[in-house]
């Protein structure tokens, strides 16, 4: 089997696991952002947000706001970031969903979201025009 996560759940690949349901399972980054880092997968293999059925989608989010309140209890951490890479170009390297829970402290230092800006409002506005008109 090629997917490393796949092998995770199969238990063909030792894991720091920290949450499992018949669907679910959560466990440690190998290369944490920092100390607590989880990573929420679906057991079964979809490769991003977009393959999920919904009814796992909600399982799942149900999970990331269960696990997101243990690991800030457990490293007393104040805040929290949920992330997901989907697709090569937005970093996604494993290509089995998975959502990145990253415990945060005051003054920690970590720059996740570098922004930007619209050049003019008509930009911004063409833009959620089209994601509208994409939505239908
Ligand atoms: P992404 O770039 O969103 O696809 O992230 C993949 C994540 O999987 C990275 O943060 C890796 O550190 C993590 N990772 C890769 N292999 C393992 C593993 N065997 N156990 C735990 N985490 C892993
Ligand atoms: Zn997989």
């Given at each position: 089997m090629a997917c490393i996560f796949c092998e995770i759940v199969q238990g063909r690949i030792p894991c720091a696991q920290v949450y499992a349901t018949d669907t679910i399972m959560a466990f440690l980054d190998i290369a944490p952002v920092r100390p607590g880092h989880v990573l929420v997968i679906p057991k079964a293999h979809y490769p991003t947000i977009?393959?999920?059925?919904?009814?796992?989608?909600?399982?799942?989010?149900?999970?990331?706001?269960?696990?997101?309140?243990?690991?800030?209890?457990?490293?007393?951490?104040?805040?929290?970031?949920?992330?997901?890479?989907?697709?090569?170009?937005?970093?996604?390297?494993?290509?089995?969903?998975?959502?990145?829970?990253?415990?945060?402290?005051?003054?920690?230092?970590?720059?996740?979201?570098?922004?930007?800006?619209?050049?003019?409002p008509e930009q911004m506005h063409k833009i959620a025009d089209s994601i509208k008109a994409a939505i239908g």
């Open positions: 977009e393959d999920i059925p919904t009814d796992l989608g909600n399982e799942l989010l149900t999970a990331v706001q269960r696990i997101s309140v243990a690991i800030r209890r457990a490293v007393d951490a104040q805040g929290l970031n949920v992330m997901m890479n989907n697709h090569r170009a937005a970093g996604q390297l494993v290509d089995h969903a998975h959502f990145h829970l990253i415990p945060r402290h005051e003054h920690d230092g970590l720059q996740l979201w570098p922004q930007s800006a619209y050049q003019t």
